[in-house]
């Protein structure tokens, strides 16, 4: 089945502690990408990676870290995750962007509170 | 700057109308991508219809439309035959082609049927 896998799904932390929220994808895509979505502000995007090893910011990359060594996988890394970071987070992916009629897959998020 | 407005926060329609959700956007590019996308209360983002700034007719998924005018900057879902299913937070989308990964998202809509 095709699919994008987060883990966590469920996450609780304290401030300070560093932190990687998982996302794999089975659909050998290229474009991977990170969003956070918070109430009255939709989906923001925190990083996205076009293709291995290339990584680009999005509108809100601030205290996040992002690595693209396997074309499956996407971690992304809060080394010091503060408490402005609690959020509920999702990862997506697709073949290739703007060629047309695409189709974003996402993970079935991440809840994570930072204490 | 790309910017994606929708001015419902919040929308009811009766079960097997049809109902419109609005989505305005703002950008200086001719190539450009449109999406919409529905979160039920489970959370998980479900991909709905996409719209190419070049498509020349409307597109159409099911029971979805999306009414693009694009001289109004404007893209939106009309839903026809409103199912209690339906109920859910609806997010609009843009990715400016020229761009590459970058995707901006509304605010999101949250629509309600009632039986």
């Known amino acids: 089945e095709a699919q994008v896998t987060q883990n966590p799904r469920y996450l609780i932390t304290v401030t300070g502690k560093k932190l990687t929220v998982t996302c794999s994808q089975n659909m050998n895509h290229e474009y991977m990408s990170w969003y956070r979505q918070d109430p009255g502000l939709g989906l923001r995007q925190i990083y996205y990676?076009?293709?291995?090893?290339?990584?680009d910011k999005g509108d809100v990359p601030e205290g996040y870290k992002v690595s693209r060594k396997e074309k499956r996988n996407f971690p992304l890394i809060l080394e010091s995750p503060s408490p402005n970071q609690t959020s509920l987070y999702f990862c997506?992916?697709?073949?290739?962007?703007?060629?047309?009629?695409?189709?974003?897959?996402f993970g079935s998020g991440t809840q994570l509170s930072v204490l | 700057a790309q910017k994606i407005t929708q001015t419902q926060p919040g929308m009811f329609v009766q079960e097997k109308e049809a109902v419109t959700l609005d989505c305005t956007y703002d950008?200086?590019?001719?190539?450009?991508?449109l999406f919409w996308y529905k979160q039920p209360s489970s959370g998980e983002m479900i991909f709905l219809i996409y719209q190419g700034s070049y498509d020349e007719q409307n597109a159409t998924e099911g029971r979805y439309s999306l009414n693009f005018q694009k001289a109004r900057k404007s893209a939106n879902l009309v839903i026809s035959a409103s199912q209690l299913g339906d109920s859910a937070m609806y997010f609009c989308a843009m990715r400016e082609l020229l761009q590459g990964g970058k995707l901006i998202f509304g605010q999101g809509t949250e629509l309600s049927v009632k039986p």
């Open positions: 997506a992916s697709t073949s290739t962007p703007g060629q047309g009629n695409e189709k974003l897959f």
């Open positions: 990676s076009m293709n291995v090893e290339v990584t």
């Open positions: 950008t200086s590019d001719q190539s450009y991508g």
